[in-house]
């Protein structure tokens, strides 16, 4: 099994605008390219993300739980027992509730 990031960008907010710069990069307009989960999705690996915590900003972040192939079940159960041990709220602790 392999852990790892789900996305390599800070989170934005859902209203943007997207980032224009990550560190020393100009990113302005690329958005997600999925350069992390695009693999697993091409060679058919499973994967399954699960919340992990939140930015320094307070966003949330996820990460990616991979495996061998053909061991979908055994990611779930590690994704449950995840979520189990680090339960995450139905509403992100900063979203606004309209």
Do not use: C
């Not at 224009?20 to 697993?40: C, F, H, Q, S, W």
């Not at 699960?50 to 079940?73: E, K």
Request: no cysteine; hydrophobic share 40%.
């Amino acid at each position: 099994m392999v852990l790892a990031a789900t996305n390599p960008d800070d989170p934005y907010a859902a209203e943007g605008p997207g980032p224009k710069r990550a560190g020393d990069i100009d990113v302005e307009g690329l958005g997600n390219t999925g350069r992390l989960t695009m693999g697993m999705n091409i060679t058919g690996v499973p994967a399954i993300s699960v919340p992990a915590g939140l930015s320094p900003r307070g966003m949330p972040i996820g990460m990616q739980i991979v495996g061998p192939r053909h061991s979908d079940p055994l990611l779930l159960s590690v994704a449950a027992l995840f979520e189990r041990e680090r339960p995450w709220p139905l509403v992100a602790p900063s979203a606004r509730v309209r």
